[in-house]
């Protein structure tokens, strides 16, 4: 068996971490300014995939593998600053079991991996801006990676027209 499958899903994923780029901070470039003491925010509410299926049936079991493309969006901010959006796109793969139940219903249950790489954050506020490096020569503007992996588990009901 061959296929495609594609699929978008909303979700809420979000955290926050103290990045050296928002715990060094410097407010002020005056000799002996601190640092504010900040935190990176990441966060991100979609993800979409599209793949190719291959598998073997066995009378009513459909065993697969799929592998393909993905994105998603990753948001940064620093504490108390609005988010800023950064589409990413990366690859996926994993493996699943479909079932046929009836005439036209099927089951699956299934895991992906998702990769989605690094995504650069280094666009103004959002991760910080660090004197030290700023003063470098040359100029080296602060930046972090914020790194979206996910591991998922899908279980599914489906309706296939006609045969």
């Known amino acids: 068996m061959f296929g495609v499958e594609g699929d978008f899903d909303w979700q809420g994923?979000?955290?926050?971490?103290?990045?050296?780029?928002?715990?060094?901070?410097?407010?002020?470039?005056?000799?002996?300014a601190t640092a504010a003491g900040l935190s990176c925010k990441t966060a991100s509410n979609w993800l979409g995939t599209l793949r190719a299926r291959l598998?073997?049936?066995?009378?009513?079991?459909?065993?697969?593998?799929?592998?393909?493309?993905?994105?998603a969006n990753i948001e940064t901010a620093l504490t108390g600053l609005p988010y800023q959006n950064n589409a990413v796109f990366g690859w996926t793969a994993g493996a699943g079991v479909e079932v046929?139940?009836?005439?036209?219903?099927?089951?699956?249950?299934?895991?992906?991996?998702v990769d989605l790489g690094?995504?650069?954050?280094?666009?103004?506020?959002?991760?910080?801006?660090?004197?030290?490096?700023a003063a470098a020569v040359p100029p080296v503007g602060a930046s972090?990676?914020?790194?979206?992996?996910?591991?998922?588990?899908?279980?599914?009901?489906?309706?296939?027209?006609?045969?």
């Not at 598998?55 to 393909?68: E, F, I, K, P, S």
């Not at 690094?118 to 666009?123: F, G, I, K, M």
């Not at 990676?145 to 309706?159: K, M, P, Q």
């Open 13 to 32: 994923l979000s955290g926050s971490s103290g990045s050296p780029f928002c715990t060094s901070l410097i407010i002020s470039t005056a000799p002996g």
């Open 55 to 71: 598998g073997y049936a066995w009378d009513r079991v459909l065993v697969y593998g799929a592998a393909g493309g993905a994105g």
């Open 100 to 113: 046929d139940l009836a005439e036209h219903w099927t089951f699956k249950v299934e895991y992906l991996f």
């Open 118 to 133: 690094n995504a650069v954050c280094n666009h103004g506020y959002s991760c910080g801006y660090d004197v030290a490096t």
């Open 144 to 163: 972090m990676t914020a790194r979206l992996n996910e591991n998922l588990i899908r279980v599914g009901l489906n309706f296939k027209y006609g045969h």
